[in-house]
């Protein structure tokens, strides 16, 4: 898991990222490093289509397996929106982009306070 720390990319089109969390034989929890841009929007784009493959799953496997059946789909309601988003992978790219820049920002502020503290 890693936290994008510049905003702006390096003339290599790099930026620098935290790495939050990881698995044996990668980069060390806590270390920083350079990251291409590119590299960022693929890991992203690979993560999504994770993300949307196995609410798919969930979606066909809805009443079985002990899991609830709701008509019309797997709901969850966002306490910061009214209404509710559907967890298909068919949600509308601008509300996925406002999530984003959301968490982002709380991201940002969260790691102020700690290095405020």
Known sequence: MLTRIQDT??????VKVLVASSQRN????GSQVA?????????HNDFQAKISEGLGKLAE???RTGLAHR????????????GAARLDGRGRP???QDEATQAEKESRSLR??????
Not at 35 to 43: K, S
């Open 61 to 63: 496997n809805q009443g």
């Open 71 to 82: 008509s019309g789909g797997w709901f969850q309601t966002h306490p910061k929106r009214s």
């Open 9 to 14: 990319p390096d003339a290599d089109q790099n």
């Open 26 to 29: 990668d980069c060390t929890s």
């Open 94 to 96: 601008e509300a996925q």
């Open 112 to 117: 102020k306070q700690q290095h405020d503290d």
């Open 35 to 43: 990251v291409a841009v590119q590299d960022l929007q693929d890991m």
